[in-house]
């Protein structure tokens, strides 16, 4: 596991500095940016807004048939208007900013697979160093024990499912939810 100070001083050199733009947080010209969320911190989210789940999240949407019949998928994503994510207002603000997804709190880092990836973001480069990187770091290793652990039970889940023909699921680290 990597080390939170050195990941730090990976990301200091980044020079980033949120714009507040609210571009990682809308849908994008292809529409592709989805925001990815588990179902704890679906659970977070409702505890936090005193929304329901349905009211935060909806089901990723690309569906893979099931063995037996049946379509699935794994991950469930914030709900959005015509242009963005429900939680941001329109002064760009998040509105749930407490309880946002880790997602959100490492944007645009993520340390995957050994290394830092660093996602196209208007904010690199703003100035010399990047002030955030300390909390970012810490986020992004929060964020890789949660994933891994979510994926974990997520697996143990699956393995468990029988979905009929005509059935629809998303299989979460809570279990098989049938939809629609
Ligand atoms: S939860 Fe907040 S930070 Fe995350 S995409 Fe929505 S508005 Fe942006």
Redesign the pocket.
């Known amino acids: 596991m990597k080390n939170a100070r050195h990941l730090a001083d990976e990301i200091r050199p980044t020079g980033f500095t949120c714009l507040m733009c609210?571009g990682?947080?809308s849908r994008g010209e292809d529409d592709g940016n989805l925001?990815l969320v588990s179902a704890p911190e679906i659970r977070a989210?409702m505890d936090f807004t005193g929304l329901a789940w349905d009211d935060i999240a909806e089901p990723y949407p690309d569906m893979m048939p099931a063995e037996g019949g049946g379509e699935f998928t794994l991950a469930w994503c914030?709900r959005r208007t015509e242009t963005?994510?429900?939680?941001?207002n329109e002064n760009n603000?998040?509105?749930?900013?407490p309880a946002?997804?880790l997602?959100?709190r490492t944007?645009p880092f993520a340390w995957e697979e050994g290394k830092l990836s660093v996602y196209a973001c208007p904010g690199i480069g703003q100035n010399t160093l990047c002030n955030e990187a300390d909390t970012i770091a810490e986020e992004c290793i929060r964020r890789e024990g949660a994933e891994a652990e979510d994926a974990e039970r997520t697996g143990e889940i699956f393995m468990t499912m029988d979905l009929k023909p005509g059935e629809y699921a998303v299989v979460d680290s809570e279990g098989v939810k049938r939809i629609g």
């Open positions: 609210g990682c947080c925001v989210i914030l963005a994510c429900i939680f941001l603000r998040c509105t749930i900013y946002r997804p997602i959100c944007y």
